[in-house]
Every structure is written in structure tokens, then in C-alpha cells.
């Protein structure tokens, strides 16, 4: 089950990540590198701001991602490698919830991007020899594994970012 699209105004978000280039079959991978984040975060006394997130920052399907798995944070951190840091761009954000088996975010996913082009809507993204390169297209994991192990359950914000109008 997935919200009507709805478009809300962000602010600009902090956040610690671990980056990386991946195949799509291989985003398990980078995903499975959350745990770092979370761990170096306690190790350093800084509480997350929200909860876990995947940006994509170039996308070339059905090639390479280049994504970050991340965790908001109130400010930006000095971090070493292989942590990164920035901030989420401010703006408006074309959003849905989706609640369900991770599977289901590709057709979630293709529901939001058709939706923002019947509404007329631009994407803050450029088309590159690379790739399209998103100035924040994010999932955002609210359901936490370990209290709500049923993945039916799992509910996933898709949050990506307009151009300004």
C-alpha cells in the first residue's frame, strides 16, 4: 500500500554516510554497511536526527548506482573514512509512503515519478553521460528491523527533490 503522492517543503538536513558505486544487484551490499554508521555515531556520542536513509546520487539503470546510505545528524560531523559527510538540500520534495516488502519500492517508485509528471513537476536532476545525477533522491527506512521484523510492515518515505519553480 503506498499514500497519495503528496509535494512538502524540507529543510536543509545534516546527515553521516557511507558512500559507494554498486550494480542494482549489488546494493544489498552497500546497504548491509548501515550498521558502520550507526556504530561510528555512538562511538562518538552523536545521536541520530531521524532515521536511516538511501540517497541516490547518480542513476544509470540498469548499470551503476552511486548512492550513499546514511543517517541524519543536528550537525555536520568532521568523519574519517570511510564516512562521509553533507547536507540534504532544502526544497520541495514530491513524497509517498509505501507500506510493504522492500520489493514493492520499484513500482512505488515509478508511481511517484509518473505522478510528478502528470502534475507538470520538474526534478532537481541533470541528465549526464553517467547518468541522471539527483540533487536528493532518498528513502527514507522508518521501521526498524529488529522491533518489526515482518517486512509486509515496513514503512519507506520516497522523498525526491523538485527543481525550484
Same mark, same amino acid.
Given at each position: 500500500?503506498?499514500? @497519495?503522492?503528496?509535494?512538502? *517543503?524540507? /529543510?536543509? %538536513?545534516?546527515?553521516?554516510?557511507?558512500?559507494?558505486?554498486?550494480?542494482?544487484?549489488?546494493?544489498?551490499?552497500?546497504?548491509?554497511?548501515?550498521?558502520?554508521?550507526? #556504530?561510528?555515531?555512538?562511538?562518538?556520542?552523536?545521536?541520530?536526527?531521524?532515521?536511516?536513509?538511501?540517497?541516490?546520487?547518480?542513476?544509470?539503470?540498469? #548499470?551503476?548506482?552511486?548512492?550513499?546510505?546514511?543517517?541524519?545528524? /543536528?550537525?555536520?560531523?568532521?568523519?574519517? !573514512? !570511510?564516512?562521509? *559527510?553533507? *547536507?540534504?538540500?532544502?526544497?520541495?520534495?514530491?513524497?509517498?509512503?509505501? +507500506?510493504?516488502?522492500?520489493?514493492?519500492?520499484?513500482?512505488?517508485?515509478?508511481?511517484?515519478?509518473? $505522478?510528478?509528471?502528470? %502534475?507538470?513537476? +520538474? $526534478?532537481?536532476?541533470?541528465?549526464?553521460?553517467?547518468? @541522471?545525477? $539527483?540533487? /536528493?533522491?532518498?528513502?527514507?527506512?522508518?521501521?526498524?528491523?529488529?522491533?518489526?521484523?515482518?517486512?509486509?510492515? $515496513?514503512? *519507506?518515505?520516497?522523498?525526491?527533490?523538485?527543481?525550484? /519553480?
Amino acid at each position: 500500500m503506498t499514500s @497519495e503522492p503528496s509535494i512538502v *517543503t524540507r /529543510a536543509a %538536513q545534516p546527515y553521516v554516510a557511507i558512500a559507494g558505486a554498486v550494480a542494482m544487484a549489488a546494493m544489498k551490499e552497500l546497504i548491509d554497511r548501515l550498521p558502520e554508521v550507526f #556504530g561510528w555515531l555512538a562511538g562518538q556520542g552523536i545521536a541520530p536526527a531521524g532515521p536511516p536513509f538511501l540517497r541516490y546520487n547518480v542513476i544509470d539503470m540498469p #548499470g551503476r548506482l552511486e548512492m550513499e546510505v546514511g543517517v541524519p545528524v /543536528a550537525d555536520v560531523p568532521t568523519a574519517p !573514512p !570511510p564516512f562521509t *559527510t553533507g *547536507t540534504l538540500p532544502e526544497g520541495r520534495y514530491a513524497t509517498t509512503v509505501h +507500506t510493504g516488502h522492500p520489493d514493492e519500492l520499484i513500482s512505488a517508485t515509478a508511481d511517484l515519478l509518473a $505522478w510528478v509528471e502528470v %502534475q507538470g513537476l +520538474t $526534478w532537481d536532476m541533470t541528465r549526464t553521460p553517467d547518468g @541522471e545525477r $539527483w540533487a /536528493a533522491r532518498l528513502e527514507w527506512y522508518h521501521t526498524d528491523p529488529a522491533v518489526e521484523p515482518d517486512m509486509a510492515k $515496513w514503512e *519507506t518515505e520516497l522523498a525526491f527533490r523538485l527543481a525550484d /519553480a
